[in-house]
């Protein structure tokens, strides 16, 4: 009898060994569940920015914001999910700081160039697909080149946002309205927050395995 009791108990112990899930899988599902906490805390953000509208009596205001950034926030939370996946099987784990500092600043360009899309859909103008897509792509190109150094790479993420803030400037010269600056301005700002709260998952998903320096230490430590 204790010769059996002890066999179950070990068998529990080896069976995560033999048959667990691989560390980047393991990240990969992490950052996809840090992608619609990203999605939620930017919801949650915009309708707080659009709350004081409400309360002071400008329903109109209030609900138009509301469903822009509602549609920003569901067509991009798919295309979102299959990134963080991505990024999270091809990418190892960062400093907390560094993860929320380039999170919250990605996160704002994207807000910024995705708000481009409300010119898009809502005042019809399709030409400013190709800005979007050019800050977007350079976006995508920053997260996945982990061989480049974080100075370039942050120079990127810059022109990502030159290039927005550009074309944001000339949609509001051609057709200019309260509600298109205000959509601007809340979709950044909430995309920044929720960009600040991926990065923190983006940091954490993974576990100790994902550690950069993790598995170049192992064949120092047994050189012979």
Known sequence: MPRRRRERRERPAREPEEGGIQPRYRRAYGCVTWVNMAVLVFLLVSFLLSLPYWLLGDVEIFYEMQGRLDFLGIILILPGMALGAVLGART??????LGMRAGAGVGATAGLASSLLLFVFIE???LFLVPFAASIGL?????????????RRRQIVLLAAAIATLSVA???FLSFDLLGLLGVLFCTVAAAVGGLVGGIGYARAGGGEMLPDASSKEPRQNPR
């Open 124 to 126: 019809s103008m399709p």
């Open 170 to 172: 000339v949609a509001m």
């Open 139 to 151: 976006l995508l190109y920053t997260l996945f080149a982990t061989n480049r150094e974080y100075g």
């Open 92 to 97: 190892g784990r960062v400093e907390r700081s």
